[in-house]
């Protein structure tokens, strides 16, 4: 069974740093993509960056490129999602999600991760997410 568990968020001042962390399990660590999502109060979730197991694509939001940078450890099968620079509107309950290095829709192939939005539809295990709260 998949399972995926979010971790690392807490409340901070606009400029600090936080860490969150996606422990996973139930499928190879290898031909993967795991994602990072949040969604705040009135929002629609948003996309902002994934990882490519098996060759290391990774991708950001224009809203967190420069200040976020996505990892992951495949001895210990997680993910990680370093923040910086943290601004109020970088506030939500951020979620990690499983998915294919490539989709098909329509009868064509695309990336998940790299050349595309990072997408919820994408997506097909979902962690039960973590709150990041930014004060400004």
């Known amino acids: 069974e998949v399972q995926l568990v979010e971790s690392g968020g807490g409340s901070v001042q606009a400029g600090e740093s936080l860490r969150l962390t996606c422990a996973t399990s139930g499928f190879t660590f290898d031909d993967f993509v795991i994602g990072w999502f949040r969604q705040a109060p009135g929002k629609e979730r948003e996309g902002v960056s994934c990882?490519?197991?098996?060759?290391?694509?990774?991708d950001y939001v224009d809203s967190v490129k420069g200040r976020f940078t996505i990892s992951s450890d495949n001895a210990q099968r997680t993910v990680h999602l370093q923040m910086t620079s943290l601004k109020a509107e970088d506030s939500a309950v951020y979620y990690c999600?499983?998915?294919?290095?490539?989709?098909?829709?329509?009868?064509?192939?695309?990336?998940?991760?790299?050349?595309?939005?990072?997408?919820?539809?994408?997506?097909?295990?979902w962690g039960q997410g973590t709150q990041v709260t930014v004060s400004s």
């Open positions: 990882i490519e197991g098996l060759d290391g694509v990774t």
């Open positions: 999600a499983l998915g294919s290095p490539i989709k098909y829709k329509g009868g064509s192939q695309s990336y998940t991760c790299g050349t595309s939005r990072i997408e919820s539809a994408d997506f097909d295990f």
